[in-house]
């Protein structure tokens, strides 16, 4: 995973992210610390591009995430988020989070894991 010169701002002109550039690889594990606020969780967010960057590029193998298909790229990505919690609904409402599309054949699978 690669980012290239990334840019990113929620509100035009009052940039969270300034030319950030980073190269994760294979088999690597990296944390990211820092204060509240700091941009964290909007790096980590634009991988599955739950928003695009203003500038620069993310590359997954070599590949411009938005070239992509975005059911796919999120297909094979996984995010465990910081607090524990349940969504309000039943146990098939939380294993269907984020792949609405999900078949019954799925949810068995993922209970039987």
Do not use: H, M, W
């Not at 591009?49 to 990505?77: A, H, M, P, Q």
């Amino acid at each position: 995973i690669e980012y290239e010169d990334v840019c990113f701002s929620y509100v035009k002109n009052k940039p969270v992210l300034k030319d950030v550039k980073l190269k994760i690889n294979i088999g690597e594990t990296i944390a990211f610390v820092g204060n509240s606020g700091g941009g964290k969780s909007t790096l980590v967010n634009l991988l599955p591009r739950f928003y695009d960057v203003t500038n620069g590029k993310i590359k997954i193998d070599g590949t411009d995430i938005k070239e992509l298909d975005i059911d796919s790229l999120r297909d094979n990505i996984a995010i465990v988020f910081q607090d524990n919690f349940l969504f309000g609904g039943t146990i098939k409402d939380n294993i269907i989070l984020g792949k609405e599309n999900a078949t019954e054949d799925y949810i068995v699978r993922v209970l039987e894991q």
